[in-house]
Each structure stands twice: as structure tokens, then as C-alpha cells.
T-cell receptor, first 116, second 115 residues
Framework: GAGVSQSPSNKVTEKGKDVELRCDPI?????LYWYRQRLGQGLEFLIY????????KSGLPSDRFSAERTGESVSTLTIQRTQQEDSAVYLC??????????????FGPGTRLTVT | AQKITQTQPGMFVQEKEAVTLDCTYD???????LFWYKQPSSGEMIFLIY??????QNATEGRYSLNFQKARKSANLVISASQLGDSAMYFC????????????FGAGTQVVVTP
């Protein structure tokens, strides 16, 4: 079956521009997550959506970052006025359930963002 | 605050040997979950194994086993009979009950399997 997909796979943008990153979760997965991975580092949690509940935005690094999700499908992560420190791979994941469960998160291939 | 620590930045292991990757964690929550993920050079994150804090037995999945020592707050991953395809970055992660959707990841350990 289809896994988590993300687009674009690579994005090069100039400092100060806005970017939108898209994530299509696995069909039927109610939970969706965004992470950021800087070069050579571990993953940093950004935001989490679970069904119709209010998203957990506690990981967003600044108000330049925002994300939306349409129902239990597509999510878009938007970064406004990009800075060079935003350069990273942005990973999306989904899982059948959220909250406290043993279900693993299924990750997409990521979007590599480079801010010049 | 929770914290995940992986102290081994990199390791070499010979093919067919076993390797242990260290992971320690710090949390005040009595209930939590621990995960290990593999990230090959291609970049995808692959789930390997899960251990719940109340699980009585150590988790095993094929060649992967998790050495869970709750009192020491450690959750080491053991890979038996290493294969060349095991060369990758390995991340330990924790989910706690007060952060329902959030996985907190360690810095990772780079494993290189040599013939």
C-alpha cells in the first residue's frame, strides 16, 4: 500500500521567501506529525495533529512556522520569511492512533529545504 | 523535562557479530514508551522495536532486541548477527504520557558494518 508521501522532495529558496511543504499521510491514519532534522542531528518534534483535537504546536520554533491539516488527510507546513537556519530535512509521519499507544510512526521520505 | 541520551556517536562492527547501542533516558513519568528507529543513508526512518514502560519482558523483533533496564533508565538496542545492510544511523526515542503525540529523539549512533 501507499506510504507517507511528501512534496517537494527538494526545495531551494532564497532567504526571506515563504515555503510550503506538503504531507500526504497513509489513508486511515488519524495522527500526523512533523519533525525537523538538521544535518547530522536527531529529529526535533514540531507539531502533532490528532483527529479533530487541537494540534500540539509545542515544538514550533517560532511564529514563522505554522501547519494545517485538512480533516484526516493532507497537511501543509508553512515557513514564512525563511532564514538560513531553517535549512534542514522536514519529515512527516503518520500513525493509526495518536496519544499513548505502541503504534509506531510511519515516516515519509522528507523534504530537504535549503535556504540560500 | 524528558531527555534521551545516546553516547556513542559512531561504531564499527564486523559482519555476523552482535552490537549493542546504548540509550539512556530521563523522565519523571511512570508511564512511557521507548522506540528504536533506523535511518539508512537514503534518509527514510524505519521503525525497529518498541518497549512499553510496564512491559514485563524485553521486546524482541527478529535480530533486534531491546535490553530494558528500568531502574537504570536504559533501553539498549542489541542487533545480533550484523549484516552489511545494517549500516545506518540508529535513533532511540521516547514518548511520554504528557506529550501525547511527541517523540523525543536522541542524537543517534552511526553504525558501520564491515565485511
Amino acid at each position: 500500500g501507499a506510504g507517507v508521501s511528501q512534496s517537494p522532495s527538494n526545495k531551494v529558496t532564497e532567504k526571506g521567501k515563504d515555503v510550503e511543504l506538503r504531507c500526504d499521510p497513509i489513508s486511515g491514519h488519524t495522527a500526523l506529525y512533523w519533525y525537523r532534522q538538521r544535518l547530522g542531528q536527531g529529529l526535533e518534534f514540531l507539531i502533532y495533529f490528532q483527529g479533530n483535537s487541537a494540534p500540539d504546536k509545542s515544538g514550533l520554533p517560532s511564529d514563522r512556522f505554522s501547519a494545517e491539516r485538512t480533516g484526516e488527510s493532507v497537511s501543509t507546513l508553512t515557513i514564512q520569511r525563511t532564514q538560513q537556519e531553517d535549512s534542514a530535512v522536514y519529515l512527516c509521519a503518520s500513525s493509526p492512533l495518536g496519544g499513548y499507544s505502541s503504534y509506531e510512526q510511519y515516516f515519509g521520505p522528507g523534504t530537504r529545504l535549503t535556504v540560500t | 523535562a524528558q531527555k534521551i541520551t545516546q553516547t556513542q556517536p559512531g561504531m564499527f562492527v564486523q559482519e555476523k557479530e552482535a552490537v549493542t547501542l546504548d540509550c539512556t533516558y530521563d523522565t519523571s513519568d511512570p508511564s512511557y514508551g521507548l522506540f528504536w528507529y533506523k535511518q539508512p543513508s537514503s534518509g527514510e526512518m524505519i521503525f525497529l522495536i518498541y518497549q512499553g514502560s510496564y512491559d514485563q519482558q524485553n521486546a524482541t523483533e527478529g535480530r533486534y532486541s531491546l535490553n530494558f533496564q528500568k531502574a537504570r533508565k536504559s533501553a539498549n538496542l542489541v542487533i545480533s548477527a550484523s549484516q552489511l545492510g545494517d549500516s545506518a544511523m540508529y535513533f532511540c526515542a521516547m514518548r511520554a504520557t504528557d506529550s501525547w503525540g511527541k517523540l523525543q529523539f536522541g542524537a543517534g549512533t552511526q553504525v558501520v558494518v564491515t565485511p
